[in-house]
């Protein structure tokens, strides 16, 4: 099984501290998903589909999820490629 990015639209928000917080993000078909709670946020590398940026350790319908905001102002979920 591989891992590619799967780009996202991401409601997010800023705050006065210059913290991003994403809130939800558009999935393919166009199902919303809701960020309950952010467990983790830190710069890391995709060690699964590549590239750097932001990771959020988020608390989606009841499951850790990782989305990542990427350097080019893009958001990004690692989804699974079946070989």
Do not use: H
Not at 19 to 25: A, E, H, N, R, V
Not at 36 to 57: C, T, W
């Amino acid at each position: 099984m591989e891992c590619v990015k799967v780009y996202v639209d991401v409601t997010a928000e800023f705050f006065k501290e210059g913290i991003l917080t994403p809130k939800s993000f558009i999935w393919k078909g166009g199902k919303v998903y809701e960020v309950q709670r952010i467990k983790d946020m830190r710069r890391v590398a995709s060690l699964k589909a590549g590239g750097v940026g932001v990771l959020y350790a988020c608390v989606i319908d009841g499951r850790e999820s990782y989305l990542f905001y990427e350097d080019n102002n893009l958001w990004f979920v690692e989804g699974k490629v079946f070989i």
